[in-house]
């Protein structure tokens, strides 16, 4: 990406509160009357299509906060607390696999969190034969297994454990190597554990190595974060994710210990997103999109090449097509054109457990007209365009008249050169790939009016409580 393109100005006047569009319609539709019946109707309805399945294991537990998170976690230094909590994980896992038995073997995995490291290897091992018993897991060398890692919490025979597993991809957090703002986040983390933790992937065979990166943090600077992505660079990682923070404690307890006069001004923050742009292009990362980014080999960039990129719960990945069942504490599925998340407290995920019962606690089943802009936004966001013709084709509409509202909120989007509006198809711009939330959000039947990033000059369109963080 041409980094001339890069204009802050603009940027800046479209930093708006809106959805990150991992989904649609988004987690906030989803509503407490969806019920087990609705659950089982969608496991039919993918029965049938014969689609395969993918998993998601969600392990909340983390032995201290990041003051930044803003993921359903526990904090607990007592490793024994793990217990109690596979031991539900292995009755969830049972009573999912008996509803997709004969759906195997599953080639798609991944362990998120919170920290997935904090279960000992003997605990991952429990639970990755309890997967195995009821779905069947792949041996295959084309299977993608991916955990995410603290690298303060492994041990050091941990990554080649896992790697005996059957993990080939691992996620490495980061965030930020500058120790003035690991002290600010609560996350002390050396270079040199990091470090060990990609040489020891790199060593025992992992096809993937991922770093995550946050900007955006308290007490960042242009010098700091720039010898962090540096340092980032030097370790060869396939993927990195620099993510933006989001400020916002009224949702998120523990980001109420950040002081707020230590975070970049919105124009530092367009700071530092410019200086991760340009280094990592530099050092050949493909741009792939809002906060992704690999190298010209990895898989994520050929999708993104080739068209077949996908947007799922954990951002932006490859091999879509698959069902996806989210098991632990406030897991997401997505299973046909239906969503479910798991209870989000303990107490409450081990009590319909122990009475036999599946953790649903909400969820929703899409309408025609979600799945229709479920697609449409999905063409956006993961291929930078839409073709009106494939759309009114296969849903039966006039797309003009279908969408006439959002083409016309797109108009000033047009102007500021951020898309391309044809007769045929829409097309986003080099420069409006920055803004990739912000030319989806007119398609969004779920938004109040106005579905439009851009404020009004006297207007601030960010509600009291935010319930979506700002596009940058």
Known sequence: MDLALFDPALIERYDRA????TSYPTAAQFSDSYSASDYLSAVQYSRDSGVPISLYVHVPFCASPCFYCG???????????AAGYIERLEREIEMQAALFAGRGPVSQLHFGGGTPSFFSLAQMEQVMQA???????SRG?????????????LLPDSVAGLAALGFNRISIGVQDFDPAVQEAVNRLQSYEQTEQVVRD?????YNSVSVDLIYGLPKQTLEGFGRTLEQVI????DRISAYSYAHMPQLFKAQGQINVADLPSPQQKLGLLQLTVAKLQ????????????ARPDDELARALEDGSLQRNFQGYSTRGGADLIGLGLSAISRIGDSYCQNAKTLDAYYAALDTGHLPLQRGLQLSADDRLRRRLIEDLMCRGRVDYAALENEYHIDFGGYFAEALKALEPLAADGLVELGARGLQVTARGRFLLRAVAMPFDA???PPRVAVAAANQESRPATPRYSRLI
């Open 18 to 21: 809106g959805p990150r569009y």
């Open 71 to 81: 993921c359903n976690r526990i904090i607990s230094r007592s490793r024994s607390i």
């Open 131 to 137: 997967l195995d018993r009821g779905f069947g897991l």
């Open 141 to 153: 060398a084309q299977r993608e297994f991916s955990i995410e890692v603290d690298p303060r919490a």
């Open 201 to 205: 992937a790199r060593r025992h065979g």
């Open 234 to 237: 030097d370790l060869a990682p």
């Open 282 to 293: 530099a050092a050949g990362y493909v741009y792939v999109g809002m906060d992704h980014f």
């Open 446 to 448: 779920h938004l109040p």
